[in-house]
C-alpha cells in the first residue's frame, strides 16, 4: 500500500515542534515538517507561497497549516497538486478575521506591534510576574524560534492584509470553540473541537492523532 504524504506547516513565528506530539498511522502515512523560510525583501505572499510549494515533494499530498500557516498552505494550493487542504485555528479568507483586525488592517495599526520583542523572550521569562504568565512565555521560548523581525513584519502584515473575498468551498477546516485569536463566531462550514484554543494543535493533540487519520481518508 503507497503511503499518503501529508505536509505540516506551523503557525507564525513557530516551529516543527509543535507537531511534536502529532503521530499518524505509520504504515498508512509519512509525515514531513514544513520550516519557515525568512520572506525577500517586497517579497508578496503569492510569490512566498510560489517558493514554499517547492518543499512539497510528492503529487497528491494532504497539505495541513496552522494559523498563518492556515493561510499560506492555502495560497501554496495552486500550485500544487494535492490530495486535500487542512487548515487548523486559521480562517477561510478576510470575512472570517476579527473586527479587531479589521480595523488594524484599516488603521495600519498593526505597525505599531513592538515584534523586537520575541528576540528577547528568555528576559521576558526571567522578569515575568505571574505563574500563568511564566507559563506562557515558557511556552513561547519553546515554540517560538522565528525571531527575525523582518519575517515578523512581513508576516503579520500578510495576515492582517490577506485579501481572499471567498472562501474555497475544497479547504477543510478544524477549528477550536474557544479560539481567542479568531473566534468560531466569525468562521463557517469547520470542524468543531470542543474546548479547543488557538494552541489546541498542542494542548488537544489527542483528538488529532484519533481524529486526523479519518479526516484524510475521508472522501
Given at each position: 500500500?503507497?503511503?499518503?504524504?501529508?505536509?505540516?506547516?506551523?503557525?507564525?513565528?513557530?516551529?516543527?515542534?509543535?507537531?511534536?506530539?502529532?503521530?499518524?498511522?505509520?504504515?498508512?502515512?509519512?509525515?514531513?515538517?514544513?520550516?519557515?523560510?525568512?520572506?525577500?525583501?517586497?517579497e508578496t505572499i503569492q510569490q512566498y507561497a510560489?517558493?514554499?510549494?517547492?518543499?512539497?515533494?510528492?503529487?497528491?499530498?494532504?497539505?495541513?497549516?496552522?494559523?498563518?500557516?492556515?493561510?499560506?498552505?492555502?495560497?501554496?494550493?495552486?500550485?500544487?497538486?494535492?490530495k486535500k487542504l487542512i487548515i487548523i485555528s486559521s480562517v477561510k479568507s478576510s470575512s472570517e478575521m476579527p473586527r479587531r483586525m479589521k480595523i488594524a488592517k484599516t488603521?495600519?495599526?498593526?505597525?505599531?506591534?513592538p515584534t523586537s520583542w520575541l528576540k528577547d523572550v528568555e528576559?521576558?521569562?526571567?522578569?515575568?510576574?505571574?505563574?500563568?504568565?511564566?507559563r506562557k512565555l515558557k511556552l513561547y521560548e519553546k515554540y517560538l524560534h522565528v525571531r527575525d523581525k523582518g519575517y515578523l513584519d512581513w508576516a503579520i502584515?500578510?495576515?492582517?492584509?490577506?485579501?481572499?473575498?471567498?472562501?474555497?468551498?475544497?479547504?477543510?477546516?478544524?477549528?477550536?470553540?474557544?479560539?481567542e485569536v479568531f473566534p468560531v463566531k466569525h468562521i463557517k462550514d469547520c470542524i468543531l473541537v470542543r474546548g479547543g484554543t488557538h494552541a489546541m494543535i498542542l494542548s488537544k493533540y489527542k483528538w488529532f492523532n484519533t481524529n486526523l487519520p479519518k479526516i484524510i481518508l475521508e472522501e
Open positions: 500500500m503507497n503511503k499518503i504524504h501529508v505536509y505540516f506547516m506551523p503557525g507564525m513565528a513557530a516551529n516543527t515542534s509543535i507537531f511534536e506530539h502529532i503521530n499518524l498511522p505509520k504504515e498508512q502515512f509519512e509525515m514531513h515538517l514544513i520550516s519557515w523560510q525568512l520572506p525577500k525583501n517586497k510560489k517558493r514554499m510549494a517547492d518543499k512539497v515533494r510528492h503529487e497528491n499530498a494532504v497539505l495541513i497549516g496552522v494559523s498563518f500557516g492556515g493561510v499560506v498552505v492555502q495560497e501554496m494550493a495552486p500550485f500544487l497538486k494535492l488603521t495600519k495599526a498593526y505597525k505599531l506591534l528576559k521576558l521569562v526571567k522578569y515575568a510576574f505571574g505563574d500563568n504568565l511564566k502584515e500578510n495576515m492582517m492584509c490577506w485579501e481572499r473575498a471567498a472562501c474555497d468551498p475544497n479547504v477543510v477546516h478544524i477549528q477550536g470553540d474557544a479560539d
